[in-house]
């Protein structure tokens, strides 16, 4: 069982930054994607970037140039820069990452959320 913890929420004026962290209590080893999503309130959980140990990324279009994900070396969990903020990226942001156990079988952890709020 693997625990995420997310941190750097906040509130910011639009066009601020932020940057969030995730973290666990062990190294995730054989990672096989890590990203963030995020769930603004009456929506449903949305995909707002993920990388992947393969190689490549992939982001929602609402984020594309303004937001990156970046690797923590030392526990193999994602952060996200966010640059740029607008009023509708606020949400509860979750990180999330798809790992193998040592049966190869495909395993996936989410944090607790930490709130954005981008307002004037």
């Known amino acids: 069982q693997l625990q995420l913890v997310e941190s750097g929420g906040g509130l910011v004026q639009p066009g601020g930054s932020l940057r969030l962290s995730c973290t666990t209590s062990?190294?995730?080893?054989?990672?096989?994607?890590m990203g963030w999503y995020r769930q603004a309130p009456g929506k449903q959980r949305e995909l707002v970037g993920t990388?992947?140990?393969?190689?490549?990324?992939s982001y929602a279009d609402s984020v594309k140039g303004r937001f990156t994900i970046t690797r923590d070396n030392a526990k193999n969990t994602p952060y996200l820069q966010m640059n740029n903020l607008r009023p509708e990226d606020t949400a509860v942001y979750y990180c999330n990452v798809q790992y193998r156990n040592v049966m190869g079988d495909l395993n996936q952890s989410w944090g607790q959320g930490t709130q954005v709020t981008v307002t004037s």
């Open positions: 062990r190294r995730i080893i054989s990672w096989s994607s």
């Open positions: 990388i992947f140990n393969r190689g490549g990324a």
